[in-house]
């Protein structure tokens, strides 16, 4: 038996959407046609991500097991421990759902559930690839439900998430403010003795004070020599002259991100072989930004980013220069593995996806340097969603 609160059911409480319910059955019934490619009778999603996208359903508490089941005909229901059902009223379009006490084993319950709403021999997507759904769970729902067949549903909510709607191109664009705010309170706070906890302090006071949400990376605020250590953020280390400072700042509304990133000079100027660095990141950005339109591959635009840096003596062929950027959970603020641009990624870049595009030049020991934006693809070119005043060309 799902344990209960008192009053939990739909509509004891005003709910907190992210868009409309119309918005929300569209993308379920975009999902469903994927699903029908599959001959799916019902698609099992675990990916907080994804259950966000199709039902608005919202909460940091998805370290316990938890899926949205999404069937080919009738109503999603989502599953969850008991203690977060109450957010599926809340927070969700759904009006449907099963939880599980502390002491009973969650796959357990989903089985049941599959079991309850006449999966027991369906054909069964499950998200393979999803990083919340268990080698040990997949097996124990294999053995529970021995006369399903389960397939692999992995990407069919992400192949509809990388193009965003008008609805969710505002909450971006929305996010890319706050995100420059931080950045433009960052610089009225960086100076010689000041220490990065100072910076990522005034940082996530402003994004905090201008309605961002908890990011799904922190911001990454770092100096000196500190720059070159990958992914580094505030430690505490006091700000020299002439130190580079890596900010790569985030802004989230509605779980929806944007991002930023820029490398400015203690005293307004570094040494002179960081600042080389600093004007080949710029450089390539730039080509990369004018390189950007629909139809074009982000292969293509990957090896016109990486020319510049290969030109100036930086060879940065292993990594990729931008990614899919949307919904966003910790551990990551990215869509990244939808798709990124990379060396090779040869599917066609199309109008309202979004990415955020850093341009990096590393030099391990020494400083990396970097520059960014959080930009949309448009019918002809792109859109930079993260402004500022400091003159990157597009």
Known sequence: MSEKVPGLKAGAVK??????????????????????ERDLDVLVVNTPENMYYLSGYNTPGYYTHQCLMLPANGDPIIVCRATEEMNVFATSCLDRSDSYADDVLPVQRFAETLEKDGFSRARIGVEKISWFLTVANYEKLQTMLPDAKFVDGSMLVERCRVIKSPAEIALIRKAGKIATASLEAAYGVIREGVTEDD??????????????????LPPFVCSGV????????YAGRRLEKGDPVLLELPGVTKRYGAAI???????????KHIQKMYDTSRRALEAHLKSVKPGRTPGEVWNRWAKVLKDA??????????YSIGINYPPDWGEGYIIGFQRGENRPLEPNMTFHVPSLVKHFGVANVGFSETIRVTNSGCEVLTETDDGIQV
Do not use: D, I
Not at 202 to 215: H, I, K, L, S, Y
């Open 313 to 322: 003596g930086h060879a940065e062929t292993y990594r990729r220069a931008g």
């Open 199 to 216: 910076v990522a302090a005034e940082v996530n006071r402003v994004a905090t004070a201008m309605g961002g949400e908890w990011p799904g």
């Open 226 to 233: 500190r720059t070159s250590f990958t992914h580094a953020t």
């Open 15 to 36: 709910r907190e959407l992210p868009f409309s319910v119309q918005e929300f059955k569209k993308r379920q019934a975009n999902v469903r046609k994927l699903m029908a």
């Open 261 to 271: 990133m820029r490398t400015p000079f203690v005293g307004g100027k570094g040494p």
